[in-house]
C-alpha cells in the first residue's frame, strides 16, 4: 500500500510539475471553447443523431464548442500521458529491477491518468458551463472524461513506439483530427458513415451531442469508448510489464536473493 | 565465487558483441573491465544485472545485487531525497541510514530537495551511485561510475570502493579507460566478444 501511495504522489506531484501542459490547460481550453462559441454561427443546425436515430436541432456554435473541447481534452492528456510516461520508462524499469513492486506503479500510472483526466475534463465543461446549459451536464462530463482517458491511455500506448515530446504531439493531433473532422455533424457530411462509429471519439462526441440536447441516455456509444480504453491500456500495460521483468533465463541466481 | 560468468554470448542481429565472455570474481574483490568504446561492456552489465537477456551462458550471482548504469537513470521532476524514498521501497530497507552517510561522504546532502533535471551532470551521477550503492549489495556492478566527478570526488569513490572491498563485498567496475589498474585485484580486457584476463597493475591502457 505504501508502494502504491508514494508512486502515486510522486507521479502527480511530477505531473503538477509539467508546466507546458499547465499552461495548455490555463490558455488552450478556455481559448478554444470561447473561439468555438463566438465564431461559429448560432444558428439552428438539423442532424440525426447516429446513436438514437433521431433528427436534432441544435445551434451551430454550441455543436463547434462541443467538438473543440473534445478536440482540446483530447490534445492536451495526450501530450500530458505521453510525456509523464516518456520521462519514466528508463526509471521505471530500474526501479522494478531494484524490487518495487510493478503492480504498485502499474496501478501509480493509471491513477494519474485518471486523476489528469478528471481534472481536465471538469476544467474544460466548467467553461463550456459559462456559455450554455447542456440538457444533461453531468453527462457531458462523462463524454469528456471519455475522451481524455481515451486520449491519455493513446499517449501511453504511442510512447513505446515514438522518441520524443515532439514525435508524440504531432501523432496526437493528427490523430485527433482525423477522429474528430469526419463525426461533426456541423462541418462534415461524412457524419453518417457507418465507419464513424469505430472513430475512437466517437462514443464521446455521440454521448456529448445527446447530454447537450436530449433527456434520454442512450449507452451504446460509451462501450464503443470504453473498448478503445480497454484496447489501448492493456497494450500499454501489457508493453510496461514486458518492459520492466527482469531476465533471469540464462542467469542462476540464488532464488532467496532474486529481488536484488 | 560470488559472480561467475560462464560464456556467455549475445548478439543484436547479425552482429555478435559478446561471443565467450567468461569472469570469476570472489568476496572481497575489485574487479576492472576495460575495453574500446562499442566493445560490448555495457551489454556485459547489463546481462549481469539482469537488464538484458543472453544468447548463450550462465550467470550466477550469489547475494544482493546493485547496478550503476552508465547514463543517470533517475527521474528528472523528483528530488535526491525522493529517489531514496522509491528505492527505500524498491530494496525493503527499514531505515535509510547508510544512504545519509553516502550523501554526506559525497557531498550530496546540499541538493537533496532540489528537481534532479537543476543537477550538474556530476551530482546526478553521484545520485545514480547512490541509488546502487545504499543497500549495501554483495555484488556491486559500476558502469563508468566516475563519468563527470571532479577529482575530489573520484578520490572519494576510490575510497569507497576500498571500504567496500574490506567489508567484503565484490566490485565490478567497467570503464574505457585503463587508470588506477593498480587498485584493482584484477583487471579484464574485453575484446573480439571475450574477456582476457589481463594485469592489474599497468598503470595505462
Known amino acids: 500500500m ?33 473561439v468555438a462559441k463566438t465564431v461559429a454561427t448560432p444558428a439552428l443546425f438539423p442532424f440525426r443523431l447516429r446513436a438514437s436515430g433521431e433528427v436534432l436541432h441544435a445551434g451551430g456554435d454550441k455543436i463547434t464548442m462541443i467538438s473543440g473541447s473534445l478536440n482540446a481534452v483530447s490534445l492536451l492528456v495526450g501530450f500530458w500521458m505521453f510525456s509523464a510516461a516518456r520521462r ?27 486523476a489528469t483526466a478528471t481534472v481536465v475534463s471538469a476544467y474544460a465543461v466548467a467553461w463550456m458551463l459559462l456559455y450554455w446549459r447542456p440538457l444533461q451536464p453531468g453527462l457531458l462530463v462523462l463524454a469528456v472524461l471519455a475522451a481524455s482517458l ?7 500506448f504511442l510512447s513505446l513506439f515514438l522518441p520524443g515530446e515532439v514525435e508524440g504531439m504531432v501523432a496526437i493531433i493528427m490523430t485527433s483530427i482525423i477522429d474528430l473532422a ?29 447530454a447537450g440536447f436530449t433527456h434520454r441516455l442512450t449507452v451504446t456509444p460509451l462501450a464503443n469508448s470504453l473498448a478503445w480504453l480497454a484496447a489501448l491500456s492493456a497494450i500499454a500495460l501489457a508493453a510496461f510489464m514486458r518492459r520492466t521483468r527482469v531476465h533471469t533465463a540464462s542467469t542462476a541466481r540464488r532464488p532467496s536473493l532474486s529481488g536484488y | 565465487m560470488v559472480l561467475t560468468v560462464e560464456h556467455v554470448a549475445k548478439s543484436y542481429g547479425s552482429r555478435a558483441v559478446l561471443r565467450d565472455a567468461s569472469l570469476h570474481a570472489g568476496h572481497g574483490q575489485l574487479v576492472g573491465v576495460v575495453g574500446e568504446n562499442g566493445a560490448g561492456k555495457t551489454t556485459l552489465l547489463r546481462i549481469l544485472s539482469g537488464d538484458l537477456d543472453a544468447d548463450a551462458g550462465t550467470v550466477h550471482v550469489d547475494g544482493t545485487l546493485g547496478y550503476c548504469p552508465q547514463h543517470p537513470v533517475l527521474d528528472d521532476e523528483l528530488t535526491p531525497r525522493q529517489h531514496l524514498r522509491l528505492f527505500q521501497i524498491a530494496y525493503r530497507l527499514p531505515g535509510l541510514n547508510r544512504a545519509e552517510s553516502l550523501f554526506q561522504e559525497l557531498g550530496l546532502a546540499a541538493y537533496e530537495r532540489q528537481p534532479v533535471k537543476t543537477l550538474s551532470s556530476g551530482t546526478r551521477q553521484k545520485l545514480n551511485l547512490i541509488v546502487a550503492l545504499m543497500h549495501d549489495p554483495e555484488v556491486l556492478l559500476l558502469d563508468e561510475p566516475y563519468q563527470g566527478f571532479d577529482w575530489e570526488t573520484y578520490m572519494r569513490f576510490w575510497d569507497i570502493a576500498h571500504h567496500l572491498r574490506e567489508a567484503g563485498r565484490t566490485v565490478v567496475i567497467v570503464s574505457h579507460l585503463a587508470y588506477d589498474t593498480q587498485r584493482l585485484d584484477a583487471l579484464y580486457r574485453l575484446s573480439d566478444g571475450r574477456l582476457h584476463p589481463a594485469p592489474a597493475t599497468g598503470a595505462h591502457g
Open chain 1, 88 to 114: 519514466t520508462s528508463a526509471f521505471d524499469r530500474r526501479l522494478a529491477a531494484a524490487g518495487y513492486p510493478r503492480g504498485a506503479l502499474l496501478a501509480a500510472k493509471l491513477t494519474a491518468l485518471l
Open chain 1, 2 to 34: 505504501s508502494a502504491y501511495r508514494t508512486a502515486t504522489g510522486y507521479s502527480l506531484l511530477a505531473q503538477a510539475k509539467n508546466r507546458l501542459a499547465l499552461i495548455l490547460l490555463a490558455v488552450f481550453v478556455p481559448l478554444w471553447i470561447t
Open chain 1, 182 to 210: 469526419p463525426q461533426n455533424p456541423v462541418a462534415a457530411t461524412t457524419a453518417n458513415n457507418p465507419l464513424i462509429t469505430l472513430l475512437p471519439s466517437y462514443g464521446s462526441l455521440q454521448t456529448a451531442l445527446q
Open chain 1, 150 to 156: 481515451i486520449y491519455g491511455a493513446m499517449g501511453l
